[in-house]
């Protein structure tokens, strides 16, 4: 089993290779101009769906809620909301175009770079959105349900409530990164930390 | 632009489908990253000022896209391995049935061993392969030539150890 002979084997697939790619041939272009599969640009999309559906929410709120007593304090949460989606998106795009491509290391360790500073900027916009909107929503449903702001300012109702929303926003933001974010951000980095390790790693 | 492209991936689609194969073991994943490296090939195609050779080019994007691959969710757990019977070796003449059989056979082997490695091993294997110098693996995956050789003395071992173990010698 010498190592020529192991070349030799490799170049014969070449005819499996011509055998394949004439079965594709006349979908090539097609084939290349489809919608990338790969993972930043997975994250790219995740980002502009975030943002659609923080407008799809501005216009469900305005068309339900626009007489609504507190609606301006809903608005402008809905606004810095969708604000705070939109930029990373917008950034985002810049930054895929800017991953090196010099070598395969640079390559990897870009993708890495953009993946883990995503996680940490996803988790910091989360909380701090997630407890605004559990606010809002919690003073829409209470003054919707006929209460006044300063009833639900008081302490037999304010400190159960405070509670009931911190615990609320744990499991909430704990669900979301074990199965959304893990699977998104957390397992791909990961893996290109391994990756990247594997091949800088000095051997003997 | 289009008629650049296609030239270039009818004269290098070799490599894409060496690739595909060295990092999937089923046929859906292998048409998946076949055409993902067509897509990044695509992308890239117009930022490529020719500033290396158009090989090294094709080797580092494909080379990117299979080693950070994802498989997608809903088949991560099976579905067919690829079908050598699929992508046929041609007869030619004064070549007999049983000598294509064989030749397929070890082929497939190969591919199954190659795919046992770490991926980061499989890059470099499969350049070493394709009979690429140590400068031009170094150039490509971005390491040093003496990283190289350490390296590839260490894959080549274990790859022909897994060969033994899979029954090469009995081909």
Redesign the interface.
Known sequence: MEEFDLQDIWKESDEQAKSYYQSIEPEILEMARKKSDGILYKLKRNLIADSSIGMAMWVFFFYYFWDHQYFWLMAGTLFIVTILSLIPAYKFSKKLKAVPTQNVVESIRGYHEVLSTELRKTKSRMTIVLPIFFMVGLIMGFTGAGGGIGELLEWKIVIPTILISILAIIVLRWLTFKFHMFHLYEKPVNELKELLDDLLKIEN | M?LD??KI??QY??I???IA?SYTTEEADFQ?L???I???????FE?FKGESKISTWIY??S???A????K??KREISTNPID?A?????GGSGVGEEQVFQ?EK??EL??KCVNLL????R?II?LH???KKYDEIA?????TVS?VG??LM?I?KQ??QL??EQG??RI
């Open positions: 289009k492209f296609k991936v009818d689609n070799g894409l489908y060496k194969r998946d076949y055409q993902e067509l897509i990044q090939l695509w992308q890239s930022r580092r994007v080379l990117n896209t080693l950070t691959f994802q997608k969710q050598n699929s992508y046929k070796i041609a030749k070890k082929i190969l591919y770490k991926k980061d091993d890059a499969l392969l394709e009979e150039e490509i995956i971005g390491i990283h350490v390296k260490r080549k790859l022909f060969l033994k090469y010698g």
